[in-house]
Every structure is written in structure tokens, then in C-alpha cells.
């Protein structure tokens, strides 16, 4: 079964090993590539401190918002829905 990666939407051939926590989402290795450099930026620019719980999860916020799964308001996307799909019709 093939799948599309989350952030650019290409399909990710069934041969590839994805990342554990890119495979997730999915998310291609290119895409999580980026998001781990993109990652490194969000902890430094918010002065983030990974041994607490609560900066952990805005960490996880951002990464789920950056692979495309979550809206920046925290809505989560669903693929499902066609009517959220087309960009010229607004969500109801």
C-alpha cells in the first residue's frame, strides 16, 4: 500500500525505511530531515527546555503543525474529509 508523506504529499514508496517517529505521521525522510534542522530553531528561538514536560509538548505541537497533520490553531486535519481538501471552498 502506498503511502504520501504528510508535509509534501509525495508518495513514499513501500521499500523506503522511514524514521520510527517520521513513520508516525508518515512523513518522508527528506521532510523529517528538515523538520529536525526546523526542530533545533524552534528550541532555541522559544528558549525551550526539554526536561520539562510541558516544553516537550510544544515541541510536539510545532512538529505536528510543521508534517501537516495539525492546523496551527491546534485543529487536527483530517484527510478524510473531502470537503476540507479543496482550498477554493472554505470549511463549514
Given at each position: ?20 517517529m ?21 528550541m ?29 490553531e ?19
Amino acid at each position: 500500500m502506498a503511502r504520501a508523506c504528510t508535509k509534501c504529499k509525495k508518495e513514499i514508496p513501500d521499500g523506503v525505511e522511514l524514521d520510527p517517529m517520521a513513520s508516525v505521521y508518515p512523513c518522508c525522510n527528506e521532510c523529517w530531515a528538515e523538520w529536525k534542522q526546523y526542530r533545533i530553531m524552534v528550541m532555541n528561538e522559544m528558549k525551550l527546555d526539554m526536561s520539562l514536560p510541558d516544553h516537550r509538548k510544544v515541541v510536539k505541537k510545532y512538529e505536528k503543525v510543521f508534517v501537516g497533520v495539525m492546523t496551527p490553531e491546534g485543529d487536527v486535519v483530517n484527510f478524510a474529509d473531502e470537503s476540507k481538501r479543496n482550498p477554493e471552498k472554505p470549511p463549514n
